[in-house]
């Protein structure tokens, strides 16, 4: 083999390992970018886990008189009436072999009516919450039901609308009645004095309330008073209510 064919076969080699370098060296690159595209996961990332969701949702309602049930955690979030996942085994009816198996409750995403909040709820409801629900006559009144047992029962996605309920102005005035048929005096509430800045806009002031004798008429002020009540605070600082020098 003469020279001039080893110079052309070894540039050649060298031409394919630099094409194979630099193929690689962009594959490599690619590869390394479309890593940094999506360095995250498919789940939701508004809430840490079902505790924290939990105490982001009830963080205004009043606490619940039971606890929040940890088998079965996604019972906390419906109308589960108690109903959990159960255990078991499936017997052969030849040799009774047992074979592990679990029981998960009827569990159904249903929109209901509610006549307090005018409007339909997307809630996931039991078989035996549904029975429930068509026999005390509608979502509110299952909600608003006054027994232990049934307190027990709504769980903490049902205190939740509870709470919800309550607040409403048809609620309100249903409880009002009632109290007014058992002869109980009216709820009253306090309201809220308004409120106003004072003129150096530091504080609030709670505006006066006239006194229950009734209106006070304003005394004439003398000169010296009525001196005092004209000037500024800074005038009165420095003793002069003409201006200073």
Known sequence: MSLASLGRAGVGSARRQLDASSCSSSSRQ?????????????SSARFGSADEKLERIHR??????????NWYKQSNFGLYAGRHIRFGNSVSDEY???NRRWWRPNVQSKRLWSEALGRLIRIRVTARVLRTIDKVGGLDEYLLGEKPARIKELGMGGWLLRWRMIKTTAVTERFAEQRQQMGLPPVVRKEKRPKRKDKDGEGEIEQAQPSSGGSQEQQPLDGDAATHQKTTPSQRVFGSTTGHT
């Open 30 to 42: 690619r590869w390394s970018s479309l890593s940094f595209l999506r360095p995250f996961s498919c």
């Open 60 to 69: 205004t309602v009043p606490q619940y008189p039971y606890a929040p049930r």
């Open 96 to 98: 009774e072999n047992k």
